[in-house]
């Protein structure tokens, strides 16, 4: 089985080329398997690209747990940097993800995405209860990510306090969890305990995105944001309405490969 190896800003995955449906998107079992680290390949997700009738290719996206997520930001601007210089879709094109169309743009290896618009933002949920720590609230940016913003981010111990979150009963579905340092008027520093890998990753793109709209909801700052992550810069921008969010940033097609023995796809 052929494959790609990209990464977009700290973030890695394992895309397939799917066109032809060889996966149907169950293998579950397969996409945990060739996620894990030292042992496989290792990624923080898998993506398949397929035809799709209303945007130029379709998107679908798989945590390193197996399970489907309905946006990854990086992984989103991961494929449609392959898609485009492989002469799949133009520089400026549209995927489909779950059903809802978005818009890219490619230049050079630079991706810029058009995010889907936030929803369901709340700004105090009273539920974070560490000293020197402020609750930033929730935010739904295709995916839920809380934030909570911090004096020193160098000194938080994300895992611990990530998966403690990510838990809390007052997400039924689960979370991401942010945590964010406010450096300056225009620039954060973020780091992500991501939902569906179940750890800290480098970087996450939906996590930058609503950490910077939170920022400016809750300390005044205005767009673009440069939002520092552990795996590289990105760039936030919107509109005057928190709409027509847009992501920026790098990504790279690292290697391609195949896969010998791929074990059990059930």
Known sequence: MKFVKLSAAGNDFILFDNRKETLTGKEKNFFRQICQRRRAVGADGVILLEESSIADFKYRHFNSDGSPAEMCGNGARAVCLYAASKDIV???????????????????????????????????LSIVAEEGMEEGGFIVLGVPHLVIFVNKLADVDVSH??????????????????????????????RTYERGVEEETFSCGTGAASSAILSHIAKGLNPPVKVQTQGGVLRVNWDDFRQAVCLSGGAKIVYEGELITPGSQS
């Not at 549209?94 to 490619?106: D, S």
């Open 90 to 124: 133009p520089s400026h094109h549209t995927f489909e993800i779950m059903g809802v169309v978005h818009q890219a743009w490619v230049s050079g290896k630079e991706i810029k995405l058009r995010m889907p618009s936030p929803t369901k933002i709340e700004t105090s």
């Open 161 to 190: 306090l990530g998966r403690k979150y990510w838990a809390h009963p007052r997400f039924t579905s689960r979370t991401n969890v942010n945590f964010v340092q406010v450096c300056k008027s225009s620039t954060i520093h973020v």
